[in-house]
């Protein structure tokens, strides 16, 4: 059986968390949440990077960084995960969807500027499988209107948009470790990016349960106090333990990852030229991180066939999201500007196939060859 995905394992993983849990006895419960924090802002430029419990209090914390309100209107391609949403919609903010641009399946940056109402609060960038949305056209009608712009960033770790890696760029970044991402801290994590200096200074307080124990903590004063809202997001040392020995194996695990993509790239490329598929669009601006490979066929019908084919084979492909627009609680929540031109249609015909850093070469070659024997069987 090849599944669709194995959470990644490096096998270095095990001697930093059993050096995690010695470290208990000391009561020193956060050396690998600094060592992780300091390699993101070091190696990624970030001005200041928090490790929380998954993507999804990330984006929850964002809405708080931000101080979403009541009815405000936050804007997102509707081809994402539930969280990119749920995160606003919990702070009784009004999804505005705006159709994605089938290249990438990211929010078409040309369609934002005509959902901007009074009440627009923020942009949400989904990256999608870790390929950049055009960043600089979503920034500069943010300035224009002067809005937040959020990165969910959950998919696109070691990413890049124009040499700047992504999480980077807008007021917030969001990433994910849960175990279907590149890197994971143990099976669920996250961290936020904050590169705002104003969202910094009110940053600590929301992190830690709305207190200032953060501050207590550096100066030594005895009691830590109630000062706002906030939420237990931070992430436990375990957890960072288990993170920090993928960070240290990071460019490898990119590399395989990386060598797998194009491989696939590179082999069913002859079918894609034949019109028998489509694959994956990488814009120049971008330098990915292989995080999902798909392939686009002709319809529904064709995933169908396809899916069932792979099977036979014991080869688990899948499809991907269910656009948010087209799913139950979309009329309690949002609305969608203008017509959903691609968003259905891209997502209905699109079949993700495996790949992680477990995947070995022989059993990507298996999937490959019954692949091509779907196509000109
Ligand atoms: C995985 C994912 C999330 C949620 O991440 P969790 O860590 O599981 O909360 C959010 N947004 C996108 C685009 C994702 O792919």
């Given at each position: 059986m090849i599944l669709l995905n194995i959470p990644p394992i490096f096998g270095t993983e095990i001697?930093?968390?059993?050096?995690?849990?010695?470290?208990?006895?000391?009561?020193?419960?956060?050396?690998?949440?600094q060592l992780c924090e300091n390699w993101f802002e070091s190696k990624f430029n970030f001005k200041k990077v928090f490790l929380t419990t998954s993507c999804t209090s990330s984006l929850e914390m964002a809405a708080l960084l931000i101080n979403v309100q009541s009815g405000d209107e936050i804007i997102m391609?509707?081809?994402t995960f539930v969280s990119t949403a749920n995160a606003f919609v919990l702070r009784g903010a009004v999804i505005v969807f705006v159709d994605i641009r089938p290249d990438t399946l990211n929010i078409n940056e040309n369609l934002i500027e005509q959902a901007i109402t009074k009440k627009t609060?923020?942009?949400?960038?989904?990256?999608?499988?870790?390929?950049?949305?055009?960043?600089?056209?979503?920034?500069?009608?943010?300035?224009?209107?002067?809005?937040?712009?959020?990165?969910?960033?959950?998919q696109g770790m070691m990413s890049k948009y124009k040499n700047v890696y992504l999480g980077g760029i807008g007021h917030i970044g969001c990433f994910s470790f849960h175990k279907t991402k590149?890197?994971?801290?143990?099976?669920?994590?996250?961290?936020?990016?904050?590169?705002?200096?104003?969202?910094?200074?009110?940053?600590?307080?929301?992190?830690?349960?709305?207190?200032?124990r953060s501050i207590v903590n550096s100066n030594q004063i005895n009691n830590y106090m109630w000062y706002g809202v906030g939420s237990h997001y931070f992430m436990s040392n375990l957890q960072a333990a288990y993170l920090w020995a993928q960070l240290k194996a990071s460019k490898y695990i990119?590399?395989?990852?990386?060598?797998l993509w194009n491989n696939y790239f590179s082999e069913l490329f002859y079918l894609s030229e034949n019109k028998k598929l489509e694959l994956p669009n990488i814009p120049k601006y971008c330098k990915h991180n292989a995080h999902i490979f798909y392939l686009k066929m002709k319809n529904r019908n064709k995933c169908y066939s396809l899916v069932n084919w792979l099977m036979k084979y014991k080869i688990i492909v899948s499809f991907h999201y269910v656009p948010l627009h087209t799913s139950p609680a979309a009329k309690r929540f949002s609305r969608f500007v203008n017509s959903d031109v691609y968003t259905t249609v891209e997502?209905?015909?699109?079949?993700?196939?495996?790949?992680?850093?477990?995947?070995?070469?022989?059993?990507?070659?298996i999937i490959i060859k019954y692949l091509k024997k779907f196509f000109i069987k």
């Open positions: 001697k930093y968390v059993n050096s995690a849990i010695l470290d208990i006895k000391f009561n020193n419960n956060n050396k690998f949440i391609s509707s081809y609060k923020a942009i949400v960038a989904v990256h999608y499988a870790g390929v950049s949305c055009d960043m600089d056209l979503i920034m500069s009608v943010a300035i224009k209107y002067n809005l937040y712009v959020i990165e969910d960033a959950a590149n890197y994971t801290s143990g099976g669920e994590g996250g961290a936020i990016v904050i590169n705002d200096d104003l969202l910094i200074k009110r940053s600590y307080i929301i992190y830690e349960e709305g207190t200032n990119y590399n395989y990852r990386m060598n997502s209905e015909r699109l079949i993700r196939i495996p790949i992680y850093y477990n995947l070995t070469i022989d059993d990507q070659n």
